[in-house]
């Protein structure tokens, strides 16, 4: 069993870092999908695949989704995670959280070991949720800990197992 690498927090200087082969995921944490929200990043030529899957799936813009990119492509894996509405009085900061929570545990599960998450700007509700970019990465992170919590079990399970039998 091969542990799991933290995943440390790196800004990306420029386009070149999102192809740069470290990393086998692209999990995009959005407002939603709007070229706007998309212009200017290094993501932004991801676009256009989050935009016809939206064609054929009219959830991916409630619930996210996986998306299998072409060959061509460096990263391979896409998994766009909605934050969904924020302009409710019950909407807060936690809808990052939970949407960067959804989409590292899907891509976790489509089998990505080192995903890279960005999280495009969200424009002039940025003084609303000021810490909206920390509540993100804390989310990305827990459901990454609650894997890795699971491993060491596992883990410690098996040691006892393995000290009682001899």
């Known amino acids: 069993m091969s542990?799991?690498?933290p995943i440390p927090l790196k800004p990306l200087k420029d386009a070149s870092d999102c192809n740069s082969g470290d990393f086998d995921a692209l999990v995009i944490i959005a407002l939603k999908a709007q070229t706007e929200n998309?212009?200017?990043t290094c993501i932004s030529r991801y676009y256009n695949y989050?935009?016809?899957?939206?064609?054929?799936?009219?959830y991916l813009d409630k619930e996210g989704g996986f998306i299998l990119l072409p060959e061509s492509e460096r990263i391979r894996r896409l998994v766009y995670s909605p934050v969904g509405p924020i302009n409710r009085d019950?909407?807060?900061?936690?809808?990052f959280r939970d949407a960067a929570y959804?989409?590292?545990?899907?891509?976790?599960k489509a089998g990505?070991?080192?995903?890279?998450?960005?999280m495009p700007s969200i424009g002039t509700n940025v003084n609303t949720y000021a810490l909206y970019d920390v509540t993100t990465?804390?989310?990305a992170y827990e459901a990454i800990y609650t894997v890795s919590r699971i491993i060491f079990h596992l883990l410690c399970v098996?040691?006892?197992?393995s000290a009682h039998s001899h």
């Open 3 to 5: 542990y799991r690498q």
């Open 102 to 108: 959804r989409g590292v545990k899907r891509a976790l």
């Open 38 to 40: 998309f212009d200017n």
């Open 112 to 118: 990505a070991n080192k995903p890279l998450i960005c």
């Open 158 to 161: 098996k040691h006892i197992l």
């Open 50 to 58: 989050i935009e016809d899957n939206r064609a054929v799936d009219e």
């Open 137 to 139: 990465v804390l989310g």
């Open 90 to 95: 019950y909407d807060d900061v936690r809808r």
